[in-house]
């Protein structure tokens, strides 16, 4: 169970680290969009803070991933953001199905091996 927690957190951690340094520094053009995902996509550029800062929080939360530090804290903190990225995909851009599964299925995993950690959050 050990080793199997580290690669899916060290696979997840290249796949958020990847995504953000590629944001921040253009590494590739945009694709195309098309309807529904356009809109929702020209809407999340016209907040101006929201994007930086969802690639912000996946940078902290992939270098805690890769490094094994605060690994907990980033695993609550990436929980949202995994959440909107399998809904944008599943409503708006089903090509990334398998990606979007895999982080957010990734992260219920990760958070699943530290359970003992997170039982004081769902105690009344």
């Known amino acids: 169970m050990k080793i199997t927690t580290i690669i899916i957190r060290t696979l997840i951690g290249a796949l958020l680290l990847f995504a953000a340094i590629s ?3 253009q590494l590739f053009p945009e694709p195309p969009l098309v309807g529904n995902m356009k809109i929702f996509n020209d809407g999340i550029k016209a907040s101006i803070y929201l994007m930086p800062l969802v690639k912000i929080v ?3 939360c992939g270098l805690s991933f890769i490094t094994g530090k605060f690994t907990q804290i980033a695993y609550i903190i990436l ?3 995994s959440i909107n990225i399998l809904f944008t995909h599943f409503f ?3 090509e990334g199905n398998v990606v979007a599964s895999f ?3 990734g992260n219920v995993f990760l958070m699943y091996t530290k359970w ?3 039982k004081g959050l ?3």
């Open 23 to 25: 944001y921040f520094f």
């Open 58 to 60: 996946e940078l902290l």
């Open 79 to 81: 929980m949202p953001i």
């Open 92 to 94: 708006l851009a089903p």
């Open 103 to 105: 982080l957010f299925l």
């Open 116 to 118: 003992d950690s997170y």
């Open 122 to 124: 769902f105690v009344a």
